[in-house]
T-cell receptor, first 114, second 116 residues
Framework: AQSVTQLDSQVPVFEEAPVELRCNYSSSVSVYLFWYVQYPNQGLQLLLKYLSGSTLVKGINGFEAEFNKSQTSFHLRKPSVHISDTAEYFCAVTTGAGSYQLTFGKGTKLSVIP | NAGVTQTPKFRVLKTGQSMTLLCAQDMNHEYMYWYRQDPGMGLRLIHYSVGEGTTAKGEVPDGYNVSRLKKQNFLLGLESAAPSQTSVYFC???????????????FGPGTRLTVL
């Protein structure tokens, strides 16, 4: 079985500052990794995903993440945040074939301070 | 193209009452899922379906039943609601690539359920 740990439950950051949201996973087999964003009172939408290939993945709204197999990490970064990035961010993992379950982390609330 | 829709958006039940949550998608997706979201817990999978007429249990299935009679609809039922089922419920759908589950899940806006 796989598991996901999001190391920070809340991250406050000033507008235009860089941010990193940390995600570590545990799995005995190869994984596929996702970051989702949830704006207040809305459903989740995909930011980016790693399936294979380049370990640096670029997503929407200027976010990117790097898959590090040796560190079992998939940290999300943005060089300069905007007020509109205030939301909750979820890291998720699946092992794919034969297993249809996405396992989510507990989420990180990003608060951008003007 | 509405994507994934959920009905109702809000509901308050008394302990022991029953209700059905409806999820509908217009993207011709094969796979559909029901999750619950609780503060500090992330999302947990309740049940899922890999096609019309098929359902399977997820991580937290107890107290819930599901049906997928039509490809575009996935129903979540609570036969006898309990306060522990107070939560926000999200439906999602996806279309697997080459029969491997690697594609994006698209989420509905959620149903906020309170059980008194």
């Amino acid at each position: 079985a796989q598991s996901v740990t999001q190391l920070d439950s809340q991250v406050p950051v000033f507008e235009e500052a860089p941010v990193e949201l940390r995600c570590n996973y545990s799995s005995s087999v190869s994984v596929y990794l996702f970051w989702y964003v949830q704006y207040p009172n809305q459903g989740l939408q995909l930011l980016l995903k790693y399936l294979s290939g380049s370990t640096l993945v670029k997503g929407i709204n200027g976010f990117e993440a790097e898959f590090n197999k040796s560190q079992t990490s998939f940290h999300l970064r943005k060089p300069s945040v905007h007020i509109s990035d205030t939301a909750e961010y979820f890291c998720a993992v699946t092992t794919g074939a034969g297993s249809y379950q996405l396992t989510f982390g507990k989420g990180t609330k990003l608060s951008v301070i003007p | 193209n509405a994507g994934v829709t959920q009905t109702p958006k809000f509901r308050v039940l008394k302990t022991g009452q029953s209700m059905t949550l409806l999820c509908a998608q217009d993207m011709n997706h094969e796979y559909m899922y029901w999750y619950r979201q609780d503060p500090g817990m992330g999302l947990r999978l309740i049940h899922y379906s890999v096609g019309e007429g098929t359902t399977a249990k997820g991580e937290v299935p107890d107290g819930y039943n599901v049906s997928r009679l039509k490809k575009q609809n996935f129903l979540l039922g609570l036969e006898s609601a309990a306060p522990s089922q107070t939560s926000v419920y999200f439906c999602a759908s996806s279309y697997p690539l080459a029969f491997r589950w690697t594609d994006t899940q698209y989420f509905g806006p959620g149903t906020r359920l309170t059980v008194l």
